[in-house]
């Protein structure tokens, strides 16, 4: 199963539509998960063009967008438990209030946003991992989202770009 993940689009405010790089790096996957911050539930109807779509809301994310998909999620996907939220909050870092939400559920993998900062790395088993923005890279060099590859392993990268439009 071929997974593309993104967080933090942010549209309208930080672009009025999805970088043309990212729908093309998109094209292809079974499921595109969100993790928070879409903004508008418009980008679900454009993601939905390309492929199912799942996620949850993130704390720019207005009542529509967190009852359609909540605030914390756990999802088996080919045998896999993967956890989402978006990872906003008070005290610790993006990643340790991720971490610290699915603490003692068993996740394989644990998706989250917030921060902006792709990030993908193993910890105590469980991958975490943070796809980046692909319309607000703020201090990062560019532009991100990611592809995560279910199988015999779990496989997950990031893509990079510059141009947003």
Same mark, same amino acid.
């Given at each position: 199963?071929?997974?593309?993940?993104?967080?933090?689009?942010?549209?309208?405010?930080r672009a009025k539509k999805l970088p043309a790089?990212? @729908?093309?790096g998109l094209q292809g996957v079974d499921l595109i998960l969100?993790?928070?911050d879409w903004v508008t539930l418009d980008i679900v109807q454009e993601l939905e063009k390309i492929a199912p779509v799942d996620g949850i809301a993130g704390n720019n994310?207005?009542?529509e967008i967190v009852r359609r998909f909540g605030r914390k999620k756990l999802l088996t996907l080919a045998g896999y438990q993967i956890g989402m939220v978006h990872g906003d909050g008070r005290s610790k870092t993006t990643e340790r209030r991720a971490w610290e939400a699915f603490?003692?559920?068993? @996740?394989? @993998?644990? @998706?989250?946003?917030?921060?902006?900062i792709p990030l993908s790395r193993m910890q105590d088993g469980v991958l975490l991992f943070n796809p980046g923005?692909?319309?607000d890279k703020r201090r990062q060099p560019k532009f991100s989202y990611g592809i995560i590859q279910l199988g015999e392993?779990?496989?997950a990268n990031h893509f990079f770009y510059s141009d947003k439009s």
């Amino acid at each position: 199963m071929r997974i593309g993940v993104i967080a933090d689009t942010h549209v309208p405010s930080r672009a009025k539509k999805l970088p043309a790089a990212l @729908v093309e790096g998109l094209q292809g996957v079974d499921l595109i998960l969100h993790a928070g911050d879409w903004v508008t539930l418009d980008i679900v109807q454009e993601l939905e063009k390309i492929a199912p779509v799942d996620g949850i809301a993130g704390n720019n994310d207005g009542e529509e967008i967190v009852r359609r998909f909540g605030r914390k999620k756990l999802l088996t996907l080919a045998g896999y438990q993967i956890g989402m939220v978006h990872g906003d909050g008070r005290s610790k870092t993006t990643e340790r209030r991720a971490w610290e939400a699915f603490k003692g559920e068993g @996740v394989d @993998v644990i @998706v989250f946003g917030h921060s902006h900062i792709p990030l993908s790395r193993m910890q105590d088993g469980v991958l975490l991992f943070n796809p980046g923005s692909p319309t607000d890279k703020r201090r990062q060099p560019k532009f991100s989202y990611g592809i995560i590859q279910l199988g015999e392993t779990v496989k997950a990268n990031h893509f990079f770009y510059s141009d947003k439009s």
